[in-house]
């Protein structure tokens, strides 16, 4: 019996692994993401009471020079059920660098990247 669930937890393992390398692989190979600066995802859900002063905090440090190499910032929605996306889409209507997203939409933002200025 011990031999057995030494086997599965062996193959999940490899799974895991093998999952992983895909997933980079796949990131690398599909997506347009280019190494002149950075791009800062942020997943977010029901956080209508924090989200606008993260938000506005972080462009702060981006607007006046102190992140210099940040181009964008993508705020994912993960399906709230309060403000937080209605707040989330006026400040990206305010600022330029914040773009809005729900989950599955996060991978086409991902790969039309080098084309948001």
Do not use: P
Not at 15 to 43: C, M, P, S
Not at 90 to 96: G, I, R
């Amino acid at each position: 019996m011990e031999f057995i669930l030494n086997g599965i937890l062996w193959v999940l393992a490899l799974y895991g692994l093998f999952e992983i390398i895909r997933t980079i692989i796949y990131t690398y190979t599909y997506t347009n993401l280019k190494a002149d600066g950075i791009y800062v995802i942020i997943a977010a859900k029901n956080q209508e009471n924090k989200i606008e002063g993260f938000l506005r905090s972080f462009l702060f440090r981006l607007l006046y020079g102190k992140e210099e190499n940040i181009k964008d910032i993508i705020v994912v929605d993960l399906n709230s059920t309060d403000e937080t996306k209605e707040i989330i889409e006026k400040l990206s209507h305010d600022y330029e660098n914040i773009k809005v997203s729900n989950w599955r939409d996060c991978k086409e933002i991902l790969d039309s990247v080098d084309e948001v200025k």
